[in-house]
């Protein structure tokens, strides 16, 4: 391995086991980038999440550069991780972003207009007060799911005398392996319009005086590992830009979507490499890359590209304790602080999280344990008949990959107050969302 592959695959892993000292060898510590574990849950308590800046922009960069032979924006998909300060990093990185919600967008708008500018607008049911939202702050791209949607676009566009830039989400019926919950390019699904009835929805758009055809876009699901399916998808978007353009319209943009997916199993944590290394990344993402503008070359279109967990997921750590352990007999269970309000995604889509220790004491041994949080239901837990190096009570756990689409799917079920949120750069840990109170909980109630 060379030596810049080697560096930035550093930064790349966002957590890595090191050694606690020379002389106690035996002993490894996880770290995110300069600061222990331990320490970021002893100064800011658990549950936590944890993201490292560094890991977050070389992931950025990597994506970046893979589609480096077409003029291209990547428009970082907020919905996965819309914490501020996050969008802050990436925008100074001359990200654009994807947004779902005219919530999504304020969000942007108090980054800066420039940064709305280059961002687009996507989601099956935009209401009119968030279209009007976003024609005041003049945004890239409407995402338009519907010919509803289209009417009421053009309604807006049209009261307020600006003209709105469109595409049209198209739904390319083709299926991607994935969880069915966030498969979303099939015929069945509620997403986008049907390619066979693209071609008429644009004229209809392209007669509206205030909506202006610019692009076509499309999104078959999430946490898609094979890249096949993104090139069945470019395809069929690649020969319907030429019909369009036939027809008259300027198709200007491309915008692929997200999806793609992040390997959530690191068989070997004791390998400083092994957590993610920038090679397995840089590979994955221009085999993407490759998919996606293989059927666009001819075609001179600039397109966008809405990644949100590839590029957030192994950036962020949601760090717990255990606080009991139980034993009924057949089954052993950790029962730790945090719990599927926290972090809904095994409860929600059976997702797997490789859960680590904090310290990491070799020859410790292993056992098979269910990790679960204090939730009265069945359904919160993180991890069922997991091998897990042996634990005590108080001791601390990290669930790896939890960047994307965990702090924003939390919930404060049971009343339980929302986590903090640290962002790690080197030794520095800020606090970018301090932790929920209760009273925080209470405030809005009569
Ligand atoms: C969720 C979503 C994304 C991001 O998907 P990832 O799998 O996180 O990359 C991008 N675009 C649209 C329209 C989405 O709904």
Redesign the pocket.
């Known amino acids: 391995m060379n030596r810049t592959a080697d560096s930035s695959s550093k930064t790349l892993s966002a957590f890595q086991y090191r050694n606690a000292s020379s002389r106690r060898t035996e002993r490894k510590r996880l770290y995110c980038e300069g600061v222990t574990v331990a320490d970021l849950a002893k100064r800011f308590g658990t549950p936590l999440y944890v993201y490292s800046a560094s890991a977050i922009r070389a992931r950025f960069r990597i994506f970046d550069r893979a589609f480096k032979g077409i003029p291209h924006t990547i428009?970082y998909?907020v919905?996965?991780n819309s914490n501020r300060s996050v969008l802050r990093l990436l925008a100074a990185l001359r990200s654009g972003f994807?947004v779902?919600s005219g919530g999504e967008l304020e969000r942007l708008v108090r980054i800066s207009r420039k940064t709305a500018a280059k961002s687009?607008f996507?989601?099956v049911g935009k209401t009119p007060a968030e279209m009007r939202a976003a024609l005041k702050t003049g945004i890239l791209l409407f995402?338009m799911e519907s010919e509803a949607e289209l009417h009421a676009l053009a309604a807006c566009a049209e009261g307020m005398k600006k003209v709105a830039p469109v595409a049209l989400?198209v739904n390319p019926d083709v299926p991607a392996e994935t969880h069915p919950y966030?498969s979303?390019g099939l015929h069945q699904h509620k997403?986008g319009v049907p390619m066979q009835r693209a071609r008429e929805l644009y004229a209809q758009a392209a007669k509206y005086k205030y909506l202006r055809v610019a692009g076509i876009?499309v999104?078959i699901?999430?946490?898609?590992r094979d890249v096949k399916p993104f090139t069945a998808a470019m395809e069929h978007v690649a020969a319907l830009v030429r019909e369009l353009r036939e027809d008259g319209h300027t198709i200007r943009y491309v915008?692929a979507?997200?999806?793609?997916?992040i390997s959530y199993q690191h068989p070997d944590l004791s390998d400083e490499n092994s957590i993610s290394s920038a090679e397995d990344f840089a590979a994955q993402v221009n085999q993407y890359a490759e998919a996606v503008m293989g059927p666009l070359r001819s075609l001179k279109v600039h397109l966008l590209l809405?990644?949100?967990?590839?590029?957030?997921?192994p950036a962020g750590a949601l760090l717990t304790r255990v606080i009991y352990q139980k034993n009924n007999g057949t089954k052993k269970f950790l029962i730790v602080d945090a719990a599927m309000n926290d972090l809904i995604r095994p409860s929600l889509y059976s997702a797997y999280h490789e859960i680590v220790p904090a310290e990491l004491k070799e020859h410790t041994p292993t056992e098979k344990v269910d990790v679960v949080g204090p939730i009265c239901e069945t359904g919160d837990f993180f991890a069922r008949d997991r091998e897990l190096p042996a634990s005590e009570e108080g001791d601390l756990l990290a669930l790896l990959d939890a960047g994307?689409?965990g702090m924003v799917l939390t919930t404060n079920y049971n009343t339980r107050p929302s986590p903090a949120e640290i962002l790690v750069e080197g030794k520095s840990a800020k606090v970018v969302r301090r932790r929920q109170t209760v009273s925080d909980l209470m405030r809005l109630e009569r």
């Open positions: 428009c998909s919905k996965a994807d779902v687009v996507s989601g995402n989400r966030i979303t997403f876009s999104h699901g999430s946490q898609i915008d979507g997200g999806g793609l997916g809405e990644p949100g967990r590839s590029i957030i997921a994307a689409y």
